[in-house]
């Protein structure tokens, strides 16, 4: 079979971030499944980032996603406020505006001070893995509610079709490293991941134009903790990613694509080989069919936090650190994290 080509989803100030097509990897022949992994080895050590097309979720199963999304984000403040996230460890629940602060900061006083400043415009869901002793996801109460009793079902399925996903990926990054594609199978198993649905509330223009000169944001600058982030953006895009150049690039949004990008925890993981590159949410590109109103329209995104099993040692991926030695000490997944979540609530 030919040999596979690779387009380019964003090409601006040195930053290249590749449209991949997977399929080759789920089903090609052993040199196109060994020419897609090295395609996305190669987007997460140069961008930290790729776009992935014919990655096995459907469009379908994507917009039920996003539709019952919008539903439950619909919901009264009192019933969101019901469901709050509640700790670190679980990592589970609702946040309202101004709750999170996403950035790269790890002291909590430093970060509340980043919050009170600039705080982030928008509003969450985290939803983990179901079953977890003494973790529960915290679900709108189904008893007569049957828009509860599908967004549970909905959101449910949607966790596990992207845990397989997680699985592939990380085979592909086995492969393409020149390791046994299986490597990372007993790191993600276990399904420790979030699923984060995510409501940024339409607001006025002049929201974005701060009197004091700092630049007001919908999620603040920062890099994902945990192995990789799938991305399924909306069309209203506001997506950016810092450039080697250190300009922010828009990351626009490519129908029935995913936005995939390696977390700060896979970049040690590989002694720094992969690279967990800076993003943010910011005001909207203008689109030719805004109405010329002062007022921009909501928008909706959904992430799959991927992460290594909780329990799991995390340590340099053979092949990274023969020759340089190994830059950080082994850390157990879990505890890198709950580290990282306790500054940024």
Request: aromatic share 10%; proline share 6%.
């Amino acid at each position: 079979m030919a040999d596979i080509t690779v387009d380019k989803a964003v090409a601006q100030d040195d930053l290249v971030i590749p449209l991949i097509d997977f399929a080759p990897f789920l089903s090609g022949d052993p040199a196109q499944k060994k020419q897609t992994a090295q395609a996305v080895l190669d987007g997460f050590q140069n961008a930290g980032f790729v776009y992935l097309k014919n990655h096995g979720i459907s469009p379908a199963d994507v917009s039920s996603v996003f539709a019952n999304s919008a539903r439950f984000f619909a919901r009264s403040q009192e019933q969101k406020d019901a469901l709050a996230w509640y700790s670190p460890e679980a990592n589970r629940g609702y946040s309202a505006q101004g709750r999170e602060k996403v950035t790269d900061l790890e002291e909590a006083g430093d970060v509340g001070k980043l919050r009170e400043a600039v705080p982030d415009l928008k509003e969450s869901l985290e939803i983990g893995r179901e079953g977890e002793e003494g973790m529960p996801n915290m679900w709108p109460p189904t008893e007569g509610d049957e828009d509860a009793k599908v967004f549970k079902e909905v959101m449910q399925k949607f966790h596990g079709t992207c845990k397989e996903l997680h699985v592939h990926l990380m085979r592909a990054i086995a492969l393409g490293m020149g390791i046994d594609e299986t490597w990372f199978d007993g790191f993600t198993d276990g399904g420790d991941n979030t699923l984060r649905l995510l409501h940024y509330p339409g607001v006025p223009k002049s929201v974005f134009r701060r009197s004091d000169g700092q630049l007001q944001v919908r999620a603040g600058e920062h890099s994902d903790y945990g192995s990789a982030t799938l991305l399924f953006q909306d069309a209203r895009g506001g997506l950016q990613v810092r450039s080697p150049k250190g300009t922010f690039v828009n990351a626009t949004p490519i129908p029935d694509t995913i936005v995939v990008n390696a977390g700060d925890l896979l970049a040690r993981w590989s002694n720094d080989t992969i690279k967990s590159t800076k993003h943010r949410v910011v005001e909207p590109p203008p689109k030719e069919e805004d109405d010329g109103s002062d007022t921009y329209p909501p928008r909706y995104s959904v992430a799959y936090f991927c992460n290594p099993n909780f329990e799991r040692m995390i340590e340099a991926i053979p092949g990274t650190y023969e020759e340089t030695g190994k830059k950080y000490k082994g850390i157990r997944s879990g505890e890198y994290l709950i580290k990282r979540l306790t500054a940024t609530y």
